[in-house]
Nanobody, 121 residues
Framework: QVQLVESGGGLVQPGGSLRLSCETS????????MAWYRQAPGKLRELVAA???????NYADSVKGRFTISRDNAKNTVYLQMNSLKPQDTAVYYC???????????????WGQGTQVTVSS
């Protein structure tokens, strides 16, 4: 089955950097989009960054200029480079992807299990 596995989370001080990775596994015919969401306790899950197969990007206003989403097509892996981190960035970060598992199927939405990012001094 298709799986999305995030890694790279952890504890970092304000102003520091982290690089999150999301690796897909299983048989995937094509990737239509990949994205990062985050959810803090008691808050709604929000879109952080998105990347289409054509290279278009979309960022939340709160992370523009600080975060960068990128993709390694050969590895079916998406990254989120997070710089100048703030305590407000503390959340569980989830990888999200729109995938076709075969050419006859629909584009379905998949989620990873999440990785914790904590920004604190």
């Amino acid at each position: 089955q298709v799986q999305l596995v995030e890694s790279g989370g952890g504890l970092v001080q304000p102003g520091g950097s982290l690089r999150l990775s999301c690796e897909t596994s299983g048989s995937i015919f094509s990737i239509y989009y990949m994205a990062w969401y985050r959810q803090a306790p008691g808050k709604l899950r929000e879109l952080v960054a998105a990347l289409t197969s054509g290279g278009s990007t979309n960022y939340a206003d709160s992370v523009k200029g600080r975060f960068t989403i990128s993709r390694d097509n050969a590895k079916n892996t998406v990254y989120l480079q997070m710089n100048s981190l703030k305590p407000q960035d503390t959340a569980v970060y989830y990888c999200n992807a729109g995938l076709k598992v075969n050419r006859l199927g629909n584009v379905d939405d998949y989620w990873g299990q999440g990785t914790q990012v904590t920004v604190s001094s």
